[in-house]
């Protein structure tokens, strides 16, 4: 090669190497993100619940995985003034011991309002409330939803709060898809058929598990699994969300208690 070759050879690599620089500052300015390439894999709960398990990624992807990450962090500064935890059960047991010395904020549902009101005032609340979904207008299934609820001392108006957040009454998702309306994992009890979602997770099938029967198999398996909850002490929205769709799962924990506790505040409204 002469000189005059490695010359040329020496700018044409300059060249190249501006048209990077010039690039990557030009992606920094439209947005940052863009350039974040984190190819970490989001942890999957499947710690089990009395032969169920909890679903991950209940409600939102927005937040960081993991318990140092930015949705945690936002949710322990909301609940616990800011404290971090390296773990979901410390973060329960921190929220105990703050309602069991009277923290203010907390939003007390045990003994459910819906369960102290009559059938006859709650079936026409729950008409008004279920707007779409499989469930709508089906006096039948509101009257099977609120008799489970009632057996396993869990809100009415709770689960209701939650279906629509995760898949709008049953209308979309793996709800929709397996009439598993709790999104609720196999578990080493469950015998049934499998569905697999678009993600890759595996749910509990009751629609190819039970038939006709499905959505109300799917109904009775989601109250025991929260009346477990609320059994193990669990009985404010705040215990019961975070240990449902814990923040670690990147779920927007604390949105999710924000919606649910406004809905609630709704359906006493209702049942007045």
């Not at 700018?11 to 620089?21: E, K, P, Q, S, Y």
């Not at 992807?61 to 979901?88: I, P």
Request: charged share 25%; glycine share 12%; net charge positive.
């Amino acid at each position: 090669m002469s000189k005059q070759d490695g010359k040329n050879e020496i700018i044409t690599g300059l060249g190249a190497l501006l048209v990077l620089v010039f690039g990557y500052l030009l992606l920094n300015t439209i947005n940052p993100d863009i350039l974040n390439l984190n190819f970490g894999i989001a942890k999957v709960n499947l710690e089990l619940e009395g032969g169920s398990t909890e679903s991950s990624q209940h409600y939102s992807t927005q937040n960081s995985s993991g318990e140092t990450g930015a949705g945690c962090r936002a949710l322990d500064t909301a609940l616990l003034g800011g404290e971090t935890f390296n773990s979901n059960a410390k973060r329960l047991e921190a929220l105990k011991i703050k309602e069991g010395k009277g923290g203010s904020g907390f939003y007390k549902i045990a003994p459910g309002f819906s369960k102290i009101s009559s059938e006859t005032a709650v079936i026409p609340a729950m008409r008004k409330i279920v707007t779409q979904g499989p469930f709508k207008g089906d006096d039948e299934m509101l009257k099977y939803i609120y008799q489970q609820a009632k057996k396993n001392d869990v809100e009415t108006f709770l689960a209701l709060s939650m279906w629509k957040r995760e898949s709008g009454y049953g209308n979309a998702g793996v709800a929709a898809n397996a009439h598993n309306i709790g999104n609720l994992r196999p578990g080493s009890s469950w015998k049934g058929k499998l569905y697999q979602s678009t993600s890759g997770g595996k749910y509990r099938n009751y629609k190819e598990t039970f038939g006709p029967d499905s959505w109300k198999e799917g109904i009775k398996d989601y109250f025991a699994l929260i009346g477990k909850y609320t059994k193990e002490g669990n009985d404010t929205v705040e215990e019961i969300i975070v240990k449902y769709a814990p923040c670690s799962d990147k779920n927007d924990t604390l949105h999710y208690i924000t919606g649910v506790r406004d809905d609630l505040n709704k359906a006493k409204i209702e049942l007045q």
